[in-house]
């Protein structure tokens, strides 16, 4: 089995890479322009990718904080996303549970995301709970999801 390790972009070319492979695994399917993969909360997020041994990009997710009140924090993990060959791995599964250390660390409650259709099984299979069917700026079938976290 080929070994793959964990970080965050640092180099900016690791995060060129970060958001081509973004845009090519989450944008690009639906004809979505390049710069579509980025959005206003990039600088405040934690971001992770996992890595071949050669340093290549097979895997990537962020995560970001919203305030609810001034006391309390939520999280929504975005742009999740494992090359096809590389799926069923359990990259995706590190992936998601290195984001949801982050939040737990930031003393986070509550963590949800907005899953594609086809995706649903497997952060059901982590522990998110499916809440309900939601409208995505993608023509294409999304559900919200939950987690508790404590």
């Known amino acids: ?15 060129q890479a970060y ?9 690009s399917p639906f004809g979505l322009a390049l710069g579509s993969e980025r959005d206003a909360l990039e600088d405040q997020a934690y971001h992770r990718i996992c ?3 050669d340093n290549n990009i097979i895997g990537i997710g962020r995560i ?3 305030t609810i009140n001034a006391q309390q924090l939520s999280a929504r993990i975005r742009y999740m996303a494992v090359a096809t060959e590389f799926q069923g791995l359990g990259i995706g599964r590190e ?12 003393g986070v409650t509550g963590c949800y995301l907005h899953a594609r259709e086809e ?12 809440k309900e069917s939601i409208q995505s700026e993608l023509d294409h079938p999304h559900f919200l999801m939950q987690v508790r976290l404590g």
């Open 64 to 66: 970001h904080y919203e």
């Open 1 to 15: 089995m080929p070994s793959f390790h964990y970080g965050t972009p640092v180099t900016n070319e690791q995060w």
């Open 95 to 106: 992936l998601v549970m290195q984001l949801l250390a982050d939040a737990r660390n930031r």
């Open 51 to 53: 890595l071949t041994e």
């Open 19 to 27: 958001y081509q492979f973004r845009w090519q695994q989450l944008r």
């Open 119 to 130: 995706a649903c099984g497997f952060y059901q299979a982590i522990g998110f709970e499916l």
